[in-house]
Each structure stands twice: as C-alpha cells, then as structure tokens.
C-alpha cells in the first residue's frame, strides 16, 4: 500500500495516446516531440520515447532534463535565454528557437554552429482565454511582422525553422485547418525558405473521435506544398487522461453541503485548475451523494469540486482525482507544508511501483 497523496502515472492509460502519435508520424511524416512544460515526470520517458521523437522546452533546466532523459531530438526554446544560460542551452540541444529576432542578435555568435529557428506568431489562436490566448493583444510570444521576419532572415542569416503554438487544447480539426491556412497565406513565402516547421502544442489530436486521418494528410500536404519536416509538441494530447491524484479522506462535515476534506490540496497538486478556475474530475461520479471534495490547505476556496458517490464518504476513504498529468505534476508546491504527493507508475502488466516520496528533507531544501 503506497501513502496518499500520490500521483499514478498508468502506463497502460498513456499507451493510447502514444500509439496514435506513432500512427501519424507514420502517416503524415510528422515527428511529435513531448512539451516538457506540460509534463516533465522522467520515469516514464523511456517508455515514452519509442513512440515520440524527442523534446520541446521553455528553459535551460528542461532542455538538459529533455537531453539527458528522453531518447531523439533536443529543442531548446525559452520567452528570453540568459547571458549566463546560453553556452549550456547550445551544449544541451539539437536545435534553439528564439522568441524575438533580438534574442536570435544578441545569441547569434554562440548559436551559430546548431540549427536555429524562430518563434513567428500569427496574430490569431483558437484559445479563447486571455490568459493563455499566445495570440492576445500585445503577446511577447514570438515575431508578428512578415516584413521584419524577412529582413531578419537576410541579414542575419542562418535560420532554417519557424515554430507557431498558436492552438490551445483545439479538439475542432476545421478550427486547426483554418488557422494553418491563415499562417500559410501571412508566412508562406517565408515558409517555402525554411527546412522545418514546429506547429506547437494545444492540437488535442488524441481525443477519441479526432479525426486524425484528415489531421495527417493536412500535415503531410502542408510539409509537401512548402518543402518543410514538420513538427509538433505535443503536451496535453500526450498524456491526457493517463495519471489519476490518489487521496484519502481525511475529515467529514455539514455546512449546508456535504464537504469532504482530503489529504490534498488544489492549489498545491492540482494548482491548474485553480488558475483557470476548472473543476477536477472524479471517477467514478454517479450515485445519488453528492459531496464537495475540499484540500486540507487554509485557501478557503481549496476545493476541487462536487461529484457524486453510491455511498456517503467516510473518513477513511479513498478517491481518485483525473487528468493529473498536463500541467499539474510539473506545477506542484510546497503551500502550506502539505505533505508533497509521491510518485507511482502502473506498469503495462499492472504492477505498480512507487518512483519517488518526498519528505520533510524535500519541504526544508526548497527554502533557507
Ligand atoms: C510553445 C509551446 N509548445 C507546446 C506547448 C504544449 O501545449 P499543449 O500541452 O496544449 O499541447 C505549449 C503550451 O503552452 C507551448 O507554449
């Protein structure tokens, strides 16, 4: 019996997911690399590499984590690299995005030697929350001016890749489709000069009912028309639905609902959902109790949502909190000294191994 809280990674969860990425590679010739951003959880990179192509990331620590741990490709992106961080980011990558074309100036001399590519924003994404909207008014994310870009590309020199992230957890492929259009007829010329493209993340191509036949062939005719190897970055669409956030039920009350308090907090395991104000998920959730499942932290809003059960819940009982995989392990915290969730994997054959517990060692080294 491993102690909750824990996070269970369940290998036979993920499986789908990477079986559909490794089809569409095959299809379309596309190569899916994992966004580190979204999921960062090493023990299982192995298993994950033979069917992905490598890594993505948003800073030097996830680029070194990528190169040492994950199987292919390196590719170093970040907002804005460091003086300091440069040399090691071009040691540890296969290729190096810039955000800006003054990132991709002043970088220049120590990133000659590796293939470069540069962040190109479109101006529109199928987001339509601000916060996460790449597109919204004023974005930092990326180059907007095809003029700008061309001049760069002149100049400069050396570029040989454009990345676009402008999707946000897109399941509509007419929505992907009509944006790729819109990328080919703003950038297209510039496209036809490069030798890859990176469409990003947020494309949720996993999901059942995708159709993922009229995904490959966009893709595979989007790389043919312009000459390009495409890739994409899969996060979310790589591990949705593949870890559950294994509590038990520590306290029970009356306050007008049923609430019940677990050994897990929101906004330190699941701190996501608290940022964009979504309700986790429960399985199951029927029957005819319904119950407020609430974190053990002090925020008062620490509650995870109201779900139904066949039985009242006791203290004593164990739930299963969803989709605790993209964003969620890689944002976990030390608020309030709740005891950090230990990590399991479920192997394909159903045994479960514990990976790694954290103690009060781990609460006491993240501060001084
Ligand atoms: C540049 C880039 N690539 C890939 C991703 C992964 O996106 P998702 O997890 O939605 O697939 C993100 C997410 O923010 C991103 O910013």
């Known amino acids: 019996m491993i102690q909750t809280p824990y996070y269970l990674v369940d290998k036979t969860r993920l499986l789908p997911n990477l079986e559909k990425m490794a089809w569409l590679r095959q299809a379309s010739g596309a190569k899916s690399l994992l966004a580190l951003k979204c999921f960062a959880t090493w023990d299982v990179f192995d298993f994950m590499s033979a ?73 529109v994404s199928s987001s339509s929350f601000d916060l996460a909207d790449p597109a919204r008014p004023f974005s930092r994310l990326g180059e907007h001016d095809a ?24 399941g509509r492929f007419e929505r992907f489709d009509e ?38 062939e966009r893709l595979k005719r989007f790389a043919g028309e312009h000459g390009v190897q495409v890739y994409l970055e899969p996060g979310e669409a790589a591990v949705a639905h593949s870890t559950t956030l294994e509590v038990t ?28 104000r979504y309700a986790a998920r429960m399985e199951p959730d029927a029957g005819p109790h319904e119950w407020m499942v609430c974190g053990k932290s002090c925020l008062a809003g620490d509650v995870f949502g109201e779900f139904r059960f066949e039985q ?22 030390w608020f309030n000294g709740v005891r950090m969730p230990a990590i399991a994997v479920r192997e394909l054959d ?9 103690g009060y060692a781990d609460f006491a080294a993240a501060l001084s």
């Open 51 to 123: 069917y992905m192509d490598g890594t993505t990331s948003s800073s030097l620590y996830e680029v070194r984590l990528g190169r040492e741990h994950f199987a292919g490709e390196t590719h170093a992106y970040s907002v804005a690299w460091a003086d300091h961080e440069i040399d090691e980011v071009v040691g540890h990558c296969d290729k190096i995005i810039f955000n800006t074309i003054g990132q991709l100036r002043r970088f220049d001399a120590p990133s000659r030697a590796k293939v470069r590519g540069l962040r190109v924003n479109p101006g």
């Open 147 to 170: 003029l700008a870009i061309e001049r760069a590309l002149d100049e400069i020199g050396g570029i040989s890749g454009f990345m676009f992230h402008n999707n946000c957890e897109n």
């Open 179 to 216: 944006l790729l259009s819109h990328i080919e007829s703003r950038f297209g010329h510039l496209i036809r000069r490069m030798d890859w493209i990176s469409l990003g993340g947020g494309i949720a191509f996993t999901q059942a009912g995708y159709p993922l036949e009229r995904f490959a």
């Open 249 to 276: 039920v520590l306290d029970t009350l009356y306050n007008g609902k049923r609430l019940a308090i677990v050994d897990s907090s929101i906004e330190a395991h699941m701190l996501d959902l608290l940022v964009y």
């Open 312 to 333: 009242p819940l006791q203290v004593g009982d164990r739930l299963s909190i969803q989709d605790a995989a993209a964003y969620t392990m890689v944002k976990k915290n």
């Open 350 to 358: 159903g045994t479960v191994r514990l990976v790694r517990e954290f």
